[in-house]
């Protein structure tokens, strides 16, 4: 299965349909935009370094509910390994480079090589301040992951470790929906012949990877939910609000037909 929307993804994304004549400017500041999107990435690597000390040495939040423990029960794998790296190789791997490799052929179609470096520092700016609220709000949080909470591990003796407890909500999820989300906004934004590929095939890579997340049972059904929800809020409303197009125009929402289904193009 992971093979599969890997190979989906990199031919969806990096092939994309001929653009418009020219894409569409987009509101910016090179100084500005990269002071936040560096300054973003960062305070995630800061607080990464200092997982340690900053994250609760017990959990804070160890119960489950029925809905999560139903989920979990029919979604988990006896390999739980293959579905976390499977998870990884989509998150911080395929789906980043595809959408990387979609947003600089798209804006280089159109004839406009610069766009493209634009589009990408905008969808780093809104994934990495997503990922920001995310490291917050587990740190804050402390919820225990669910094979911590069912002690499901292989090893007959395991030393605790501060990520078992930091299972609300999923980072891997936020990242992705943040990325395919932001991505796909910016493509409409910009005119992109190519940006139903990019929500179709996008959003469903980072489905892909939620679902492995509860697979792997790293995390369980509400802490992906909640992922999604707010990366997908901020690849969509990020790059509108801090870089709406400079002809004022993309207001409404259509709805356009991709392989897998529909997608709404905002």
């Known amino acids: 299965m992971v093979r599969a929307v890997a190979l989906a993804a990199i031919a969806a994304l990096a092939v994309p349909r001929p653009a418009l004549a020219e894409p569409r400017e987009l509101r910016h500041d090179l100084r500005v935009d990269g002071a936040i999107t560096g300054g973003a990435i960062a305070f995630w690597i800061a607080t990464e370094l200092a997982k340690s000390r900053l994250a609760a040495s017990s959990c804070r939040f160890c119960g489950t509910n029925a ?15 293959r579905a976390r790296h499977g998870s990884d190789l989509l998150a911080f791997a395929i789906l980043p ?137 901020a690849g969509l409303l990020l790059p509108r609000l801090l870089h709406g197009r400079k002809d004022g125009g993309g207001a409404g929402v259509a709805v356009v037909p991709v392989p897998l289904g529909i997608a709404f193009v905002f």
Not at 68 to 80: F, M, N, P, T, Y
């Open 67 to 81: 809905l999560d423990a139903s989920a979990r029960e029919a979604l988990v794998w006896g390999d739980g390994d």
């Open 97 to 233: 480079a595809g959408l990387a490799t979609h947003q600089l052929l798209a804006a280089r179609g159109a004839g406009d090589t610069q766009a493209g470096l634009v589009d990408l520092l905008v969808v780093a700016e809104a994934a990495a301040l997503a990922m920001d609220l995310n490291q917050i709000v587990k740190l804050a949080v402390g919820r225990q992951r669910p094979f911590v909470h069912y002690g499901n591990w292989p090893e007959p003796s395991r030393e605790p470790d501060p990520d078992d407890n930091l299972s609300f909500y999923s980072g891997h999820t936020t990242l992705a929906f943040a990325l395919a989300t932001a991505a796909g906004t910016v493509s409409s934004m910009r005119g992109y012949r190519s940006s139903p590929w990019v929500w179709g095939v996008g959003m469903t890579v980072a489905a892909s990877i939620g679902y492995l997340r509860i697979a792997a049972d790293k995390h369980y059904l509400t802490d992906v939910l909640v992922g999604a929800t707010t990366g997908a809020a």
